[in-house]
């Protein structure tokens, strides 16, 4: 059964500074993996999919890493805002198949 | 493109009662998922659907909750009858086979009081 684990559970960090956020998971069979971002109450968004063939991906200030044979995704986000602030949630896509998520990395950004 | 749709987004509850949520996935989606995420976690898989069929719902509490897609498209979860336990939020998901990721709804904030 995979298991995706994200730390830290939860980061603060004052506005500028770049986010790290750590996703890791038990078995490296996998299709791809998607980060997510999640604002208090509301659905998921999706931020970056990362094929199981590929390295990383970028978008804006966000960059996802993916190192399948470890086991290791990292997100980062360069020069962080307060609307920045949200929970991140990594998922990983075994085969064609369901997502498996971690519990997420809340993030405050101190302005 | 329009989003997945969820309705609706807010419903309260007491227990022992009966409640439904409805979904519409994004057009052309096969597959169709829910999800429930209790406060402080990461959704976990409740239904998987491929068109109108179940592929997965091997963690579906089948002695109260349901559900069913019609034609392949709408798809509902029923709740009958709701525990403290099952207050949560539920998400509905879509997608397709191969390379691209998933689209999620707003999702619906049940309380079950």
């Known amino acids: 059964k995979q298991e995706v684990t994200q730390i830290p559970a939860a980061l603060s960090v004052p506005e500028g500074e770049n986010l790290v956020l750590n996703c890791s998971f038990t078995?490296?069979?996998?299709?791809?993996l998607q980060w997510f971002r999640q604002d208090p109450g509301k659905g998921l968004t999706s931020l970056l999919l990362?094929?199981?063939?590929?390295r990383e991906q970028t978008s804006g200030r966000l960059n996802a890493s993916l190192d399948k044979s470890s086991g290791r995704s990292t997100l980062y986000i360069a020069a962080s805002q307060p609307g920045d602030s949200a929970t991140y949630l990594c998922?990983?896509?075994?085969?064609?198949?369901?997502?498996?998520f971690g519990a997420g990395t809340t993030v405050t950004v101190r302005a | 493109e329009a989003g997945v749709a969820q309705s609706p987004r807010y419903k309260i509850i007491e227990k022992r009662q009966s409640v439904a949520f409805w979904c519409n996935p994004i057009?052309?989606?096969?597959?169709l998922y829910w999800y429930q995420q209790i406060l402080g976690q990461g959704p976990k898989l409740l239904i998987q659907?491929?068109?109108?069929?179940?592929?997965?719902d091997s963690q579906l509490p089948k002695d109260r909750f349901s559900a069913e897609r019609l034609k392949g498209v709408d798809s509902t979860l029923k709740i009958q009858p709701a525990k403290l336990e099952d207050s949560a939020v539920y998400l509905c998901?879509?997608?397709?086979?191969?390379?691209?990721?998933?689209?999620f709804g707003s999702g619906t904030r049940l309380t079950v009081v």
């Open positions: 659907f491929q068109n109108n069929g179940v592929v997965d």
């Open positions: 998922a990983v896509r075994p085969d064609d198949y369901k997502l498996s």
């Open positions: 057009s052309g989606h096969a597959t």
């Open positions: 998901a879509s997608g397709t086979t191969g390379v691209y990721g998933y689209t």
């Open positions: 078995d490296s069979a996998i299709y791809n």
């Open positions: 990362i094929q199981s063939s590929q």
